[in-house]
């Protein structure tokens, strides 16, 4: 038998409920634990990856794609291009030969005419989109139906970035949704936000002091994505079409940040790389490319 947990304010841990087990644990109606999915994270060997000569071409959706977010159990993956997300789905998880454009799509413009980069909350209820128009912002979306994409609509939240970056161009949130991380072309530097509320990006504030600049590798960022755990960070760039990993001293403290001097050149498949993402066991790299339109799967 199973059960679900609910605490009406205070979080508890090491619940035992007879001999029943425990499959999620809440505060309210805000889930804060559940059980591992069995997933175990090994960090990628970045400095021998290899192309796995499989791809997804996506102009038949759009042209000039810019955002990739893969659902957490990999059967999912979606690209964002030109303010639109489109959503397909993988017959084989996380093998790209297998993905199909499912006709289901959801249009930011409303928000923003230059969208750059989509993210997830991580039961798929909540989507963001990151601008670099008017508003340098995070925009923040709900789902009613989780991980479908149709079924979105503006949450009337945002979190405006400008103060510290005037071209963001992607943002990559905490697992639980406490801190969220912007980079950007305008500074080439990552910035780091907390959100006093999980998930609410209309909470969020700057982390004064907590920035690490990445010039020194790419002058041209567009995408950021950390180890579940917070002590790697990885970045692509258009500059150079190559992927630079960094390490945290302190797990998830941007400031903390220094080059392993280990990278990996994706140029050979597109020279306008814009977003990369890990297989959740941290085995194969997928890279979106808007020179051939098409979402690129490495093994690591």
């Known amino acids: 038998m199973t059960q679900n947990v609910f605490l009406a304010s205070t979080a508890l841990s090491n619940i035992a409920v007879g001999s029943t087990t425990v499959s999620a644990v809440y505060v309210g109606s805000t889930k804060i634990w559940e059980p591992s999915s069995g997933v175990t994270w090994t960090n990628p060997d970045l400095a021998n990856a290899s192309y796995d000569s499989v791809s997804l071409g996506i102009s038949g959706q759009n042209q000039f794609p810019t955002g990739l977010f893969f659902k957490d159990d990999g059967t999912k ?86 103060p510290q970056e005037v071209n963001p161009r992607a943002a990559y949130f905490k697992p639980d949704g406490s801190k969220v991380y912007v980079t950007g072309t305008g500074s080439d530097t990552i910035y780091q936000y907390a ?19 990445v010039s020194s590798q790419e002058g041209s960022p567009q995408s950021l994505y950390f180890s579940p755990s917070g002590d790697k960070v990885w970045t692509i760039g258009t ?51 808007a020179t051939n339109d098409n979402i690129y799967q490495y093994s690591t």
């Open 195 to 213: 959100l006093s509320t999980a998930w609410d990006v209309s909470t969020g504030s700057f982390e004064t002091g907590k920035s690490f600049s």
């Open 77 to 162: 993956v979606y690209m964002l291009g030109q303010n639109t997300v489109y959503q397909y789905a993988l017959s084989t998880a996380w093998d790209m030969s297998t993905a199909s454009y499912e006709s289901k799509s959801f249009d930011s413009g409303t928000q923003t005419s230059f969208s750059e980069a989509v993210s997830f909350k991580s039961d798929g209820t909540i989507m963001y989109v990151t601008s670099r128009s008017s508003t340098d912002a995070i925009y923040q979306y709900t789902l009613s139906t989780a991980w479908d994409v149709s079924t979105a609509s503006y949450a009337s939240k945002y979190l405006d970035v400008t």
């Open 239 to 289: 500059t150079n079409q190559t992927v630079y990993q960094y390490s945290l001293s302190t797990a998830w403290d941007i400031s903390t940040a220094s080059y392993d001097s280990v990278s990996f050149s994706v140029s050979s498949q597109d020279t306008g790389p814009k977003e990369l993402f890990y297989k959740s066991d941290g085995s194969k790299l997928y890279v979106v490319g």
